[in-house]
Structure formats: structure tokens, C-alpha cells
Antibody, heavy 120, light 106 residues
Framework: QVQLVESGGGVVQPERSLRLSCAAS????????MHWVRQAPGKGLEWVAV????????DYADSVKGRFTISRDNSQNTLHLQMNSLRAEDAAVYYC?????????????WGQGATVTVTS | DIQMTQSPSSLSASVGDRVTITCRAS??????LAWFQQKPGKAPKSLIY???NLQSGVPSRFSGSGSGTDFTLTISSLQPEDFASYYC?????????FGGGTKVEI
């Protein structure tokens, strides 16, 4: 079955870096756009970033632009989110989500989430 | 950015009730509208895409309607497992945006 498993979450100090990964299985990873979505404690969902099936197109929320980088390794069926210069407001559960197809298709499958805590 | 406004932010209902949640976009999104269900401590689950299409495996008591700027999610007969938070999301224009959520409580 289609499965997404995030890893790499943890506790980090402000201004430090963290890299999240999302391992995909059960579908042809290289054919689908992928997203990162986050949810701060007690808050709603916030879209973070998207990458096209081949990595040629990327887009980011203004709140992370210039600090976060989305990437993918289709040979390893893995999605990444490199998070630099972390701030307290970046603390959240980060979900990877699969698009039903390309960039203007809905998200249809979500991972279980990885928790990022930013504290000094 | 397109703002998505959901109402109500929370509601109390009983098993068997008909529940309607509305979602309004600050500008037209066509039918590029999805609904998600989220239970506490769990990942969101896709319910509806393209405003009115049920994801595979979603019970038929869930339905969606609307286009342009005004959308609704209806649960025809609320079941115990439906007590959760619900979010709308537009995927017509980047950045993608979510509504603030509606918490359905007993």
C-alpha cells in the first residue's frame, strides 16, 4: 500500500539546521509531485513547499523562502526538507504529502509526521 | 495569497445529526478545492477533491459542493468516528492555502 514515513525530526536550537526525510513506498515515486505541510502545536495546517516529479520545479511559502530547501532523490524514493536558520515559529509537526499527480492536483496521501522543536 | 475562511470554527453535534461546514475563498479557485479530516495526534486524511469527488474508501455520508469562492462539506448523518477537525484547502494557486479548520465535537 502507499506509505510515507518521515524521519529526522528532533530538538534544535534557534539558528541551527535540521534535515527531514520522507521515505515513500507502494507507488512510483518519480511520477508524482510531493509536498511538505506543517502544523504548529494547537494550530491549523500550513503548506510549506512543493517539488515537481522530476525536481525541476519548486515553490515555497513566504515564511520559509530562503531558509528551507525541498529536494528529492528518485533513485532512493525519498523526499527531503533542509531547514536552515530555524526559528521558534518553525516548531511544528512536519508532514510529507503525495500529490495525486502534478503541481495542481490535490494531496491524497500523508505521512504520519515528524516533530521539530526549536528551543534554546 | 488566497485566503480560505471556514465557518464555524467549532460546532457541537450529536450522532445522527446532519452537519454542514462552509469554506469561502478570497478569490475564485474554480473547483480546485479539497477537504481533509484530522483526528487528534493523527495525520490529516483526504476526504474530497475537486470540490465534490470522494476519495476512495470515504463513506458516502460525506459530500462536497460548490465552485468558485463558496464551498460546503456535508456529513449527512454524523457517526462517532466523525468527531474530528476538518480543513478545506485550495490548490488552484500557489502558495497553497488551508482554511483555519472546523472542530466537530460531541
Amino acid at each position: 500500500q502507499v506509505q510515507l514515513v518521515e524521519s529526522g525530526g528532533g530538538v534544535v536550537q534557534p539558528e541551527r539546521s535540521l534535515r527531514l526525510s520522507c521515505a515513500a513506498s507502494g507507488f512510483t515515486f518519480s511520477r508524482y509531485s510531493m509536498h511538505w505541510v506543517r502544523q504548529a502545536p494547537g494550530k491549523g495546517l500550513e503548506w510549506v513547499a512543493v517539488i515537481s516529479y522530476d525536481g525541476s520545479n519548486k515553490d515555497y511559502a513566504d515564511s520559509v523562502k530562503g531558509r528551507f530547501t525541498i529536494s528529492r532523490d528518485n533513485s532512493q524514493n525519498t523526499l527531503h526538507l533542509q531547514m536552515n536558520s530555524l526559528r521558534a515559529e518553525d516548531a511544528a509537526v512536519y508532514y510529507c504529502a503525495k500529490s495525486a499527480s502534478g503541481l495542481h492536483y490535490p494531496m491524497d496521501v500523508w505521512g504520519q509526521g515528524a516533530t521539530v522543536t526549536v528551543t534554546s | 495569497d488566497i485566503q480560505m475562511t471556514q465557518s464555524p470554527s467549532s460546532l457541537s453535534a450529536s450522532v445522527g445529526d446532519r452537519v454542514t461546514i462552509t469554506c469561502r475563498a478570497s478569490q475564485g479557485v474554480g473547483n480546485y478545492l479539497a477537504w481533509f479530516q484530522q483526528k487528534p495526534g493523527k495525520a490529516p486524511k483526504s476526504l474530497i477533491y475537486s470540490a465534490s469527488n470522494l476519495q476512495s474508501g470515504v463513506p458516502s455520508r460525506f459530500s462536497g459542493s460548490g465552485s468558485g469562492t463558496d464551498f460546503t462539506l456535508t456529513i449527512s448523518s454524523l457517526q462517532p468516528e466523525d468527531f474530528a477537525s476538518y480543513y478545506c484547502q485550495q490548490y488552484n494557486t500557489y502558495p497553497l492555502t488551508f482554511g483555519g479548520g472546523t472542530k466537530v465535537e460531541i
